[in-house]
């Protein structure tokens, strides 16, 4: 299918490892209504194939659903892949803001096995942040069974209006 649509609900419970300091309830919930849309499309030739394939990501947590946590978290990626005999190029750009009080688990990390490779996310941003942009571009080559390829990965995450340390990243690997 070229494009889909979902909706739905996630609901999540934490119980805190410390007991709260004010004395109320250690657990805490992020409840959010979810959306997301894809598309993705492929063409192909006689001897080339490209592919587009974009997404659009929301959960927004409320108090209606009985949620601790307020917030909206939005994501928007990008990818486009081109392979020609047996040279691949591809470019990935991911892009996300958070509005509210959202749990952890929910921040944008970088410095992960998918953007910033070779960064340690603790080192870039311990409790993620609330602001992302990542851009990764790769050229690869088939030799026999196995692809070489290079990649340049460039990356920023913050909190609020400051977007914090533009990050970069040059690799090379096989698959």
Same mark, same amino acid.
Request: proline share 2%; hydrophobic share 35%; net charge neutral.
């Given at each position: 299918?070229? @494009?889909?649509?979902?909706?739905?609900?996630?609901?999540?419970?934490?119980?805190?490892?410390?007991?709260?300091?004010?004395?109320?309830?250690?657990?805490?919930?992020?409840?959010?209504?979810?959306?997301?849309?894809?598309?993705?499309?492929?063409?192909?030739?006689?001897?080339?194939?490209?592919?587009?394939?974009?997404?659009?990501?929301?959960?927004?947590?409320?108090?209606? @659903?009985?949620?601790?946590?307020? /917030?909206?978290? !939005?994501?928007?990626?990008?990818? /486009?892949?081109?392979?020609?005999?047996?040279?691949?190029?591809?470019?990935?750009?991911?892009?996300?803001?958070?509005?509210?009080?959202?749990?952890?688990?929910?921040?944008?990390?970088?410095?992960?096995?998918?953007?910033?490779?070779?960064?340690?996310?603790?080192? &870039?941003?311990? @409790?993620?942040?609330?602001?992302?942009?990542?851009?990764?571009?790769? /050229?690869?080559? !088939? &030799?026999?069974?196995?692809?070489?390829?290079?990649?340049?990965?460039?990356?920023?995450?913050?909190?609020?209006?400051? @977007?914090?340390?533009?990050?970069?990243?040059?690799?090379?690997?096989?698959?």
């Amino acid at each position: 299918r070229e @494009l889909s649509v979902s909706v739905g609900a996630s609901f999540e419970s934490m119980e805190m490892e410390a007991p709260a300091v004010t004395g109320g309830d250690a657990s805490k919930s992020a409840n959010a209504a979810t959306g997301e849309v894809n598309f993705g499309y492929t063409r192909e030739g006689t001897e080339s194939e490209q592919r587009w394939d974009a997404k659009y990501s929301v959960r927004a947590a409320t108090r209606e @659903l009985g949620s601790d946590y307020v /917030y909206r978290r !939005q994501e928007v990626s990008l990818r /486009y892949k081109w392979r020609h005999g047996k040279h691949m190029v591809a470019d990935r750009m991911t892009a996300g803001t958070i509005r509210g009080n959202a749990p952890l688990f929910e921040r944008f990390v970088l410095g992960n096995s998918s953007t910033l490779f070779g960064w340690d996310r603790y080192a &870039i941003d311990p @409790l993620g942040g609330s602001r992302m942009a990542h851009n990764s571009v790769s /050229y690869g080559r !088939q &030799i026999q069974q196995t692809t070489a390829e290079v990649f340049y990965d460039a990356a920023v995450v913050g909190e609020g209006d400051e @977007l914090g340390t533009l990050r970069h990243s040059v690799g090379f690997g096989l698959r």
